[in-house]
């Protein structure tokens, strides 16, 4: 699998292309999706899914300008969420004064246990409920995104729809995973699980941001 990352929005989401054979998912469509579209079109992906690690508005922003350019793509996004989904807009704008047009409804949903399949290989989803109900990370061969689950260095927060008692169960959970995993978070810089199993003050100690 080939792995793009797109910085996208207002709060800088990491929007990832990711690719194997000549099929393509999209994860956290976050803002302008245009950079991403064009790589899309010149290197002839077929789109095939559009996933949202969770529904705060940062990470389906972009979803959809994805659905008017590649129609078949399927929305996907875990059932938890949805209310979120359909709050987008109110808090874009309630937050950063944002306007941006209602998200399109989801194609379906996954859930703990669902693989995806793309050329060939597959996408695990896995249920990380924490900063929101329906957070999901999603694993690939060698690679979590984990989306506002887990950053480097720190975790997502909990008071925008989530719980910090299932935030440190999921952060249990990832923990569990091996050392060598690529980290792909939903902002900032990638990291290795490894690392942030031994640095990362949220996952050495009991403590929740």
């Given at each position: 699998m080939i792995v793009k990352n797109f910085i996208t929005g207002p709060l800088a989401t990491n929007s990832y292309l990711v690719i194997a054979g000549k099929e393509g998912v999209i994860i956290d469509a976050g803002g302008d999706m245009s950079e991403l579209i064009q790589t899309v079109r010149k290197e002839k992906i077929n789109i095939r899914y559009?996933?949202?690690t969770h529904g705060h508005f940062d990470h389906i922003m972009g979803v959809n300008q994805i659905k008017r350019d590649f129609p078949s793509s399927t929305f996907l996004i875990n059932e938890k969420d949805l209310g979120l989904l359909k709050r987008a807009s109110s808090m874009a704008q309630s937050f950063l004064n944002l306007l941006i047009s209602d998200v399109?409804?989801?194609d379906g949903?996954?859930?703990?246990?669902?693989?995806?399949?793309?050329?060939?290989?597959?996408l695990k989803i896995i249920e990380t409920p924490g900063h929101t109900m329906g957070s999901i990370c999603i694993i690939a061969n060698g690679y979590i995104f984990t989306g506002d689950t887990l950053f480097y260095g720190t975790v997502g927060r909990t008071d925008l729809g989530g719980s910090e008692k299932l935030l440190r169960e999921s952060l249990e959970k990832l923990k569990k995973l091996p050392d060598e995993i690529i980290v792909y978070p939903g902002h900032g810089p990638f990291t290795v699980l490894g690392y942030e199993k031994v640095k990362n003050p949220f996952l050495t100690m009991d403590i929740l941001p």
């Open positions: 559009i996933i949202a399109t409804k989801p949903f996954v859930k703990e246990g669902d693989e995806i399949e793309l050329g060939g290989e597959k």
